[in-house]
């Protein structure tokens, strides 16, 4: 005990004897005038003091200050064998992006800052506490990015290098609110396949498909070993991650052809330092950020979120983004209309029909290429400004002759034997190969206020000639994922100690021993999982399971969490109101019958309790029945919910709920505290 305490506590290393007491400090002066020292604040000042003592040369310490934030994680050796792992591959290699801008910006003869707000993962995060944390973390990240920008008062513009999950909406809402300063992302760009293995979407589903015994152990071990094809970017699907990076291009906030990128190649770099310049531009023509984010550029990210088949998460981020920027906030009116409108033109992981990663939607032509087809169908708002200082038209027409475009689609011949016209379509050839729109918005009596269907993503061999998914089927209720993925793998569920009352929450409130499997023809329900419930954890888990599983494609999920899109029998989310804020869906029951339509042409759908079997019901009067029942399960608050997580929940819920981006709106916050008070009183 005592050597293993020495070794603890101190180090037989003599160099730590050497220690110094004083420096010389920088050499030079720092370059200050009269004007500066009788008007300036104490901090700038200090901060030339700071800036020279950090190295930066004194002479120069006048140059205009611009700022680099990312969501850099992990720590990564020059060798880019990590020293420390990051959360996911998506942040891991971002800090070169971050030095390839810098090195620009100095040679561009600017000051360059950074700093940093990590992200998590929500592929690591599935089926655990940790995806409580996960939604709420997006406005968390948001607030402090934007605390970090203000505390940078000389800075004269920001670059936001991010790509993930709730990493890169948060900072698309940092950089929003700057309405006074230019400000450009860089996407961090996406990871490549493997050569032979499965995708990172798949790949999740190993466990559920070895419990079937769809694969062998070996199977599963070598998948999941091998599924990266690189050790940075987002995952090769559309799904919240490669989508939020097509919004962030197609709101004008990224350089074209940015979004996607495999990472770590020299493509890549290359954007971050045209970014650079990008930024560096936009302040010297006083453009901002303000010029970007208008009613326009908004409209283009929605046409083109539904053009692409994008992540229905996104839902969630654009509002948010246009609360950010001042702008009104789309309804879900306007997100029916324009989907109705709009064509899906790109064949993407995880839709159909093939499937292409998204590296391969990068070499077709990107967001760009899909802008072509859109403005030639008068879909796109044209005149909207970009970071590279033109308008959205001027845009699209370099892009049509670029030597760029040429190159890139050539090489996905090449490399992989692919058409880019078969990655990204024409209108025509879309319905020729069945491409359907992307999001339908079911009603009815579970789900008054609405949910969230990404019809595009239901199988094709469930849905009628006339393009409809039509479903009546048994409730399966839970209140728990775990539970809900324990019996769809067929498993008992795991608890602390079996038989308590924590082990029947756990459960869903049903015994342990009576939890029977998910078999085709169910209807799984699983409620008190918004964000009142859980910080409306992300049910990727389950969603993808039924994706990969013989028989999941004639089973149903109704939940009021939410997904990122990798369904394949109707996974229908958002269901409001939620459980816990007195919604339908949590006065359901083991063996109700659901009927679920979807039009997936036409873009509507219902969502209703029809009674139970040998006693079925109209809609109507199955809505007056919930309107009379009890819950007959206790519904409450997930018992390892984080107190944050709670506050967020309530918070986001003053500020106009799930249908309004989850915001933290101060007026609305401020007016139900305010009553709340006066109440008391």
């Avoid at 005038?33 to 040369?57: H, I, V």
Wanted: proline share 6%.
């Amino acid at each position: 005990m005592t050597g293993s305490l020495d070794t603890l506590l101190d180090s037989a290393d003599a160099t730590l004897w050497e220690v110094v007491t004083t420096g010389e400090g920088p050499q030079g002066s720092l370059p200050l005038t009269e004007e500066m020292l009788l008007n300036s604040p104490s901090g700038d000042l200090f901060g030339l003091t700071q800036n020279a003592g950090m190295g930066w040369n004194p002479s120069e310490l006048l140059r205009k200050q611009f700022l680099i934030l990312s969501t850099q994680g992990g720590i990564r050796g020059e060798d880019g064998k990590p020293i420390a792992l990051g959360y996911h591959t998506g942040h891991y290699e971002v800090g070169l992006l971050m030095q390839a801008a810098a090195e620009e910006l100095k040679r561009l003869e600017t000051l360059p800052f950074a700093a940093y707000v990590s992200d998590p993962c929500d592929g690591r995060s599935q089926g655990t506490v940790a995806m409580m944390d996960s939604l709420a973390y997006r406005n968390d990240a948001a607030v402090v990015l934007k605390r970090l920008i203000r505390s940078l008062p000389t800075r004269r513009g920001v670059i936001g290098v991010a790509t993930c999950d709730k990493g890169l909406p948060a900072m698309m809402l940092a950089l929003a609110a700057q309405d006074q300063l230019p400000c450009v992302i860089v996407p961090g760009g996406v990871t490549l396949p493997p050569a032979v293995g499965e995708d990172a979407g798949k790949v999740q589903t190993i466990g559920a498909r070895f419990s079937h015994g769809e694969i062998t152990l070996e199977e599963a071990s070598d998948a999941g070993c091998r599924a990266c094809g690189s050790p940075g970017g987002g995952c090769q699907f559309l799904g919240t991650a490669a989508t939020a990076q097509v919004v962030a291009e197609a709101l004008g906030m990224a350089l074209p052809h940015s979004a996607l990128s495999p990472s770590g190649q020299p493509i890549w770099l290359d954007i971050a330092r045209r970014s650079a310049r990008a930024v560096f531009e936009m302040e010297r023509m006083g453009k901002t950020t303000r010029d970007i984010l208008t009613a326009d550029a908004l409209h283009n990210a929605m046409v083109v979120h539904a053009a692409c088949g994008g992540s229905t998460n996104l839902l969630l981020h654009i509002p948010a983004i246009a609360f950010e920027a001042k702008l009104k906030r789309p309804t879900v009116e306007d997100w029916i209309r324009l989907n109705r409108q709009v064509p899906r033109l790109v064949d993407c992981l995880p839709n159909g029909p093939v499937g292409h990663p998204t590296v391969r939607f990068f070499l077709a032509g990107g967001v760009p290429e899909v802008m072509l087809h859109l403005r030639e169908l008068g879909l796109l708002k044209l005149d909207a400004m970009t970071v590279a200082g033109k308008s959205l038209g001027d845009v699209l027409e370099w892009w049509e002759r670029s030597e760029r475009r040429v190159r890139l689609r050539e090489l996905l011949v090449a490399r992989d034997g692919v058409d880019p016209d078969t990655v990204v379509m024409s209108p025509k050839a879309a319905r020729e190969h069945g491409l359907t729109s992307t999001v339908t918005f079911p009603v009815g009596n579970i789900a008054p206020e609405g949910s969230v269907i990404k019809s595009t993503a239901i199988d094709k061999s469930v849905v009628d000639s006339d393009g409809v998914y039509r479903k009546t089927g048994p409730a399966r209720v839970f209140t728990s994922e775990r539970a809900a993925i324990a019996a769809i793998k067929g498993r008992p569920l795991r608890t602390p100690k079996e038989g308590t009352a924590a082990a029947l929450r756990s459960a869903g409130g049903v015994p342990t021993e009576k939890l029977a499997p998910i078999k085709e023809g169910d209807v799984i329900v699983l409620m008190c999982r918004g964000p009142m419930g859980c910080g409306m954890e992300e049910t990727y888990q389950i969603t993808s399971a039924l994706r990969y599983l013989p028989f999941g494609k004639h089973v149903a999920l109704i939940t009021d969490a939410r997904f990122s899109g990798v369904s394949t029998g109707a996974c229908i989310g958002h269901v409001g109101p939620e459980a816990l804020d007195g919604g339908p869906i949590g006065k359901l029951r083991d063996g109700d019958l659901i009927q679920i339509e979807i039009d997936t042409r036409n873009l509507t759908g219902s969502l209703n309790f029809v009674g139970t079997d040998g006693c079925e019901v109209t809609p109507e009067e199955g809505g007056m029945i919930l309107a009379e029942r009890q819950p007959t399960l206790p519904l409450h608050a997930d018992p390892n919910l984080p107190p944050e997580t709670r506050l967020w929940a309530l918070l986001q819920r003053a500020g106009g709920g799930t249908w309004a981006g989850c915001v933290y709106d101060v007026d609305k916050i401020a007016a139900a505290l305010e009553a709340g008070l006066a109440s008391q009183e």
